[in-house]
């Protein structure tokens, strides 16, 4: 089946551990992108990568980081989290720019 | 820079109605447009994705239109079903940063 998925779904830690969201897509697609939703303000993309070793910002990138090494997966690194990172986190594919956009089933992430 | 919104925030209607929901973008230069569903505590499904250099897409009872100079989508739904309950999300992808730019969202509530 194809699918995006995300690990843990559901993370509590606390101000400064620093933890990794795991997402990895079977569909071989090109283009992966992380976005983060706060009520209120919508979906905002965070980063987004075009290929593998190829990153990029997106509008909200402050505090994370991530990596490409392989085509299928995409974490999303919170080095150091603070409370203003809880949200509800979705991570996406598709092919190329261009492509009808898939998600993963979201990580809803609490820092204390 | 590109805003998006989506009118109204929340609809409640009776079962077997058809309605329509609305999506209204600032910045006629896109690549595309996608309609998504999400369902409480779940990700994000794609509904419908219309280029932008066509005019509508059908899937179903779901039936989306764009009109590009306007800056207007729609998102018709025939029939509605309690099932068809959720929060409906347009996106738009710009032509020049491929960027996805979310609305707000418009609850849908289909009472039985």
């Known amino acids: 089946e194809a699918q995006v998925t995300q690990n843990p779904r559901y993370l509590i830690t606390v101000t400064g551990k620093k933890l990794t969201v795991t997402c990895s897509q079977n569909m071989n697609h090109e283009y992966m992108s992380w976005y983060r939703q706060d009520p209120g303000l919508g979906l905002r993309q965070i980063y987004y990568?075009?290929?593998?070793?190829?990153?990029d910002k997106g509008d909200v990138p402050e505090g994370y980081k991530v990596s490409r090494k392989e085509k299928r997966n995409f974490p999303l690194i919170l080095e150091s989290p603070s409370p203003n990172q809880t949200s509800l986190y979705f991570c996406?594919?598709?092919?190329?720019?261009?492509?009808?956009?898939?998600f993963g089933p979201g990580t809803r992430l609490t820092v204390t | 820079k590109q805003e998006v919104t989506q009118i109204p925030a929340a609809l409640s209607v009776p079962e077997g109605e058809n309605l329509v929901l609305n999506c209204s973008f600032t910045d006629s230069a896109i690549y595309n447009l996608q309609w998504f569903r999400q369902d409480p505590g779940k990700g994000l499904t794609s509904l419908l994705l219309i280029q932008s250099s066509q005019r509508e897409q059908t899937s179903g009872r779901l039936n989306a239109s764009l009109d590009k100079s306007s800056g207007r989508s729609t998102l018709y739904i025939a029939a509605s079903q309690p099932g068809d309950s959720a929060t409906y999300l347009c996106?738009?992808?710009?032509?020049?940063?491929?960027?996805?730019?979310w609305g707000a969202g418009t609850k849908l509530i289909i009472k039985p």
């Open positions: 996406a594919s598709s092919w190329g720019l261009a492509g009808e956009q898939y």
């Open positions: 996106a738009v992808k710009g032509d020049s940063n491929y960027q996805l730019i």
């Open positions: 990568s075009m290929n593998v070793e190829v990153t």
